[in-house]
């Protein structure tokens, strides 16, 4: 069945930096696009980047843009997010994601919390 494990997420200060992981298992990896979403302490889910399967083509939410990353290393069935310039409005639990066949896939989470 389809996995999606996020991790790399915790507290770090403003401007600092950290760098999430999703690993995927159950499906072919290399075949979807990715996706990391956020939601915010009493706010909706808010799409921030997605990639192409063969990771040619990325796009970012214009409230991450220059300040993260996405990438994907197919040979191990992990996408990442790279965020630098961390802001205290990036708290949030960040969720990887992919669809396959019309049907969503989401992991569970890990939280990303930006204080001083």
């Known amino acids: 069945q389809v996995q999606l494990v996020e991790s790399g997420g915790g507290l770090a200060q403003p401007g600092g930096s950290l760098r999430l992981s999703c690993a995927a298992s159950?499906?072919?990896?290399?075949?979807?696009?990715m996706s990391w979403a956020r939601q915010a302490p009493g706010k909706g889910l808010e799409w921030v980047s997605g990639?192409?399967?063969?990771?040619?083509?990325?796009y970012y939410a214009d409230s991450v843009k220059g300040r993260f990353t996405i990438s994907r290393d197919n040979a191990k069935n992990t996408l990442y997010l790279q965020m630098n310039s961390l802001k205290p409005e990036d708290t949030a639990l960040y969720y990887c994601?992919?669809?396959?066949?019309?049907?969503?896939?989401w992991g569970q989470g890990t939280q990303v919390t930006v204080s001083s």
């Open positions: 990639i192409y399967s063969d990771g040619s083509d990325t």
């Open positions: 159950g499906f072919t990896f290399s075949s979807y696009a």
């Open positions: 994601a992919t669809s396959i066949w019309l049907r969503d896939y």
